[in-house]
Every structure is written in structure tokens, then in C-alpha cells.
């Protein structure tokens, strides 16, 4: 079972910056390299939403919430996915987790634990 593991949360103070990642440990290489990965943020009463995505050939894509303050990465080396968050603002504040994507948008394994981010002053 495909078991993905977040980490890198915390509480910042409103423009500070935090570094998450997810770890999928128990996949191999050769099947993590290929996979179209995100992350996504949920807070209470409201649908996850996806904020960030790279494929395998490390294209990214933002929802326009977050473009130009977060950066997305990947190590296949490291079957790590990364999200740099900058200038963080309240409204930033949710559970983040990732996933990796099908062709058709859909999430392809179980979620994990997430991480909390916290943005307050």
C-alpha cells in the first residue's frame, strides 16, 4: 500500500516563509519518477483544493491563490515532493497533503496525515 508522509508544518507569523515535503518511503523509484504530482491544502467545512502541481519532466502549475508565493519541486531520487511557501498569509492557514494525479485530474492513492500550517501573528 502506497503510504505518503508530510511534513514541514508549523505556526509562522503572516509573510514568513515555510518548507514542506511529502515522502512517499514504501514506493520505488521507478514508479515514483513518472507520477504527476500536487499538493493540496483543506481547511474545516471546505473542499481540498489543489494549489500546486509538477509532472514528471518538473512543468508546474499554481492556482492562482498561491502563484508567484509558492514553489513546487521534486526529488525522484528522494521520491520527494516539495512546497516552498512565501510570503504566507492568514487565509494560507489549512491541513496540506499531497497526492499524485491521474490523466483525469483524480487523486491516485489514500490520503495521508497532512501537515498543519498555521499562519498568525
Known amino acids: 500500500q502506497v503510504q505518503l508522509k508530510e511534513s514541514g508544518g508549523g505556526l509562522v507569523q503572516p509573510g514568513g516563509s515555510l518548507r514542506l515535503s511529502c515522502v512517499a518511503p514504501?514506493?520505488?523509484?521507478?514508479?515514483?519518477?513518472?507520477?504527476?504530482m500536487g499538493w493540496y491544502r483543506q481547511t474545516p467545512g471546505k473542499e481540498r483544493e489543489l494549489v500546486a502541481s509538477?509532472?514528471?519532466?518538473?512543468?508546474?502549475d499554481y492556482a492562482d491563490s498561491v502563484r508567484g508565493r509558492f514553489t513546487i519541486s521534486r526529488d525522484n531520487s528522494r521520491k520527494t515532493v516539495y512546497l516552498r511557501m512565501s510570503d504566507l498569509k492568514p487565509e494560507d492557514t489549512a491541513v496540506y497533503s499531497c497526492?499524485?494525479?491521474?490523466?483525469?485530474?483524480?487523486?491516485?492513492?489514500?490520503w495521508g496525515q497532512g501537515t498543519q500550517v498555521t499562519v498568525s501573528s
Open positions: 509538477i509532472t514528471p519532466d518538473k512543468t508546474t
Open positions: 514504501r514506493m520505488i523509484f521507478s514508479t515514483f519518477s513518472p507520477l504527476l
Open positions: 497526492n499524485a494525479l491521474t490523466s483525469s485530474n483524480e487523486v491516485k492513492y489514500d
